[in-house]
C-alpha cells in the first residue's frame, strides 16, 4: 500500500474509534490513576497587613506590666486622698467612682461616694473612639479629652483646651477658689474669711494656660493667655509628666532634652532659683502686711486689694509646686507686680 491509501486508513480508523463510544452504552467508569507528581511550588504573593500588629504595640504584657507598677508608686495610684471622695465635692477629682460619676452626668451637682477607690486605669481609659488609628490617631482610649471648663469662672465659655491627652489632666488639675471672687469692696479692701484663702492645690493647668493670677498692675507685662511655648507645645501635660508614656506622672529630664539639649536639672537659666528668691521676698512682705504669720499661714483679716492679691499669687504659685516651670513668663510677672504693689 502506498503512504497516501494507509494515512487514509488511519484516519478512518480514528474516525470511527472517536464515533463509536457516542453509538454504544457507556460502561461503569474505570478506577482512578495513580495521583501525579506535585508540580513546582508557585511563587508567595505579597504578604498582608497583620490586622493585629498595630494593637499590640500597646496591648501586650511587657507594656503593660511596666505601666502598672509605675501607676501603683505614683499619687494616683496610692490613693491616699481618695477617702476624701465622702464629702461630695471633693468626689471628682479624688477618686475613681467620683471621677467617672462627673464625666458620665455633666452639670449635675456631684455625689458622695460611700466606698472611693484610688485613680486606676479605667478612671482615665474606657474604649477606643474608633480602630482606625492611621486617619485618627491614637486615642489611647482615654475616657474624655474634651476641652474643660475652667472652675474658677462662671462661664462655659472659658475652657482650657490643650486639643490632646493633657486635657484629660485638666479636669481636675486646675483652680478650684475655696473662697469667695477676688473684688474690692467700695473701699477698696478685700476680707479674707479664714486661712484657706485662695485656690485649692492644682492649679498647674490654669498657670499653663497664663490665666488664674490676681493680675495687678505693675512694671512687668503679663504675657497673655496660650503664649507660653509650654503651653503651645502640642502635648502639654502629657509632655513633661508622661515621656513615653511614664505613668508615674513625674515630670522627667528626659522630656526636656527634646527642646532644651541636655540639662541635668529642671532649673534652667536658674528660673526655679529666681522664682524661690521672688516667692521669699512676697512671703517677708506679706509678714510685714500682717496677712502671713511666721510660719507662712493666711492671717484672715480685712485687707487693701492689693494685699489680698499678693497673697492670692503667692498662694497659687506655691500650689502650683513647679517653682516656675509651667509658665516662667507668666509665674515671674505676677510674684514682680505683686512685689512692686505691696513696696
Ligand atoms: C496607642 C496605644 C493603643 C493601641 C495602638 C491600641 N490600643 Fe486598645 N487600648 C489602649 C489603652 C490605653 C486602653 C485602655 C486601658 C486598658 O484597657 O488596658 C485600651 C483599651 C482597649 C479595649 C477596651 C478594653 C476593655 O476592657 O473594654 C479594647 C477592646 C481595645 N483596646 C482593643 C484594641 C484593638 C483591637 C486595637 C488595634 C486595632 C487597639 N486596641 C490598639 C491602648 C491602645
Ligand atoms: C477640681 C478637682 C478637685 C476638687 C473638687 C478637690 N480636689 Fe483636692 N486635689 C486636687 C488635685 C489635682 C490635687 C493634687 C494637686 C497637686 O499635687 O499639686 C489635690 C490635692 C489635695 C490634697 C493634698 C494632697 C497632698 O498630697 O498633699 C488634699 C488634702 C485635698 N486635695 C483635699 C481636698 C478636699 C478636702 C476637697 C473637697 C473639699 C478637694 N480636695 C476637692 C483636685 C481637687
Ligand atoms: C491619670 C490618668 C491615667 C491613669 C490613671 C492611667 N493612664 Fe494610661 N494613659 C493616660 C494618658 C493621658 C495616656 C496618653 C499619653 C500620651 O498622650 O502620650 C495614657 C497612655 C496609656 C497607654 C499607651 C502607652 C504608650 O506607650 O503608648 C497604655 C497602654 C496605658 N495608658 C495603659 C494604662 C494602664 C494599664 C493603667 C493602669 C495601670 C493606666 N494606663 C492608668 C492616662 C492614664
Ligand atoms: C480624677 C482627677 C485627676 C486626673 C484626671 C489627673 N489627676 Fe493628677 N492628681 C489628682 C489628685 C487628687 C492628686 C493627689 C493625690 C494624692 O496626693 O493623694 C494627683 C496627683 C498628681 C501628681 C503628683 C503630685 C505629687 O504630689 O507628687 C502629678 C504629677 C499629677 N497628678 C499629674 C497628672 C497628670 C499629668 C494627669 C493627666 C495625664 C493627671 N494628673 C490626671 C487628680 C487627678
Ligand atoms: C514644660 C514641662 C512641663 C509641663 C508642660 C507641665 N509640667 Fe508639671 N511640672 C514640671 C516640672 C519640671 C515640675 C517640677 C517637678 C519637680 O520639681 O520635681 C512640675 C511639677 C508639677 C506638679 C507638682 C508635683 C511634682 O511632680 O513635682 C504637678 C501636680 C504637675 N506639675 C502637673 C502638671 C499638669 C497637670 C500639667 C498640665 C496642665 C503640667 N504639669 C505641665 C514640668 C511640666
Ligand atoms: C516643646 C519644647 C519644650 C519642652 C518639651 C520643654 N521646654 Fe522649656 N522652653 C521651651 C521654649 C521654646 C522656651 C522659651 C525659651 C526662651 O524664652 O528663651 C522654654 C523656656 C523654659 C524655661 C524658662 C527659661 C528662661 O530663661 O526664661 C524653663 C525654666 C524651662 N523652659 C524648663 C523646662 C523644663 C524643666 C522642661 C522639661 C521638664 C522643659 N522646659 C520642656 C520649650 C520646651
Not at 199 to 222: D, I, M, R, S
Not at 275 to 295: C, K, P, Q, R
Request: aromatic share 6%.
Amino acid at each position: 500500500m502506498k503512504i497516501r491509501e494507509i494515512l487514509r486508513l488511519l484516519a478512518i480508523i480514528a474516525l470511527v474509534l472517536f464515533m463509536l463510544p457516542s453509538c454504544v452504552k457507556e460502561g461503569p467508569p474505570g478506577l482512578d490513576g495513580a495521583n501525579g507528581k506535585d508540580g513546582v511550588d508557585g511563587v508567595d504573593g505579597q504578604d498582608g497587613q497583620d490586622g493585629i500588629v498595630s494593637c499590640v504595640a500597646c496591648h501586650n504584657l511587657t507594656t503593660r506590666d511596666a505601666i502598672t507598677s509605675a501607676w501603683a508608686v505614683s499619687k494616683h495610684g496610692i490613693g491616699a486622698t481618695a477617702a476624701r471622695s465622702s464629702t461630695a465635692s471633693c468626689a471628682p477629682c479624688h477618686s475613681h467612682e467620683g471621677f467617672v460619676n462627673f464625666i458620665n452626668n455633666p452639670g449635675a451637682a456631684p455625689v458622695a461616694i460611700s466606698n472611693p477607690g484610688s485613680i486606676s486605669c479605667a478612671t482615665c481609659h474606657t474604649n477606643h473612639n474608633s480602630f482606625d488609628f492611621e486617619n485618627d490617631g491614637a486615642d489611647y482610649a482615654l475616657r474624655t479629652n474634651a476641652a474643660v471648663k475652667m472652675i474658677m469662672y462662671d462661664d462655659p465659655t472659658k475652657v482650657l483646651d490643650f486639643q490632646n491627652s493633657s486635657n484629660m489632666c485638666v479636669n481636675c488639675h486646675q483652680s478650684r477658689p475655696v473662697s469667695p471672687a477676688l473684688a474690692p469692696d467700695a473701699d477698696g479692701n478685700y476680707s479674707i474669711a479664714n486661712y484657706r484663702f485662695g485656690p485649692h492645690h492644682g492649679p498647674q493647668g490654669n498657670l499653663l494656660e497664663g490665666v488664674g493670677g490676681y493680675e495687678l498692675a505693675g512694671g512687668v507685662q503679663y504675657p497673655g493667655t496660650k503664649s507660653h511655648p509650654h503651653r503651645k507645645s502640642t502635648n502639654a501635660c502629657v509632655t513633661c509628666h508622661m515621656h513615653e508614656g511614664d505613668h508615674t506622672f513625674k515630670a522627667s529630664l528626659a522630656s526636656c532634652t527634646d527642646c532644651h539639649g541636655t540639662i541635668d536639672n529642671f532649673n534652667v537659666n536658674s528660673v526655679q532659683t529666681e522664682v524661690h528668691e521672688l516667692m521669699e521676698e512676697l512671703a517677708e512682705l506679706l509678714v510685714t502686711a500682717g496677712a502671713l504669720d511666721a510660719d507662712r499661714n493666711i492671717i484672715a483679716g480685712t485687707y487693701p486689694i492689693e494685699v489680698a492679691g499678693a497673697v492670692y499669687n503667692w498662694k497659687t504659685i506655691e500650689e502650683d509646686r513647679s517653682m516656675g516651670v509651667h509658665n516662667p513668663a507668666y509665674i515671674k510677672a505676677l510674684l514682680t507686680n505683686s512685689i512692686e504693689a505691696l513696696q
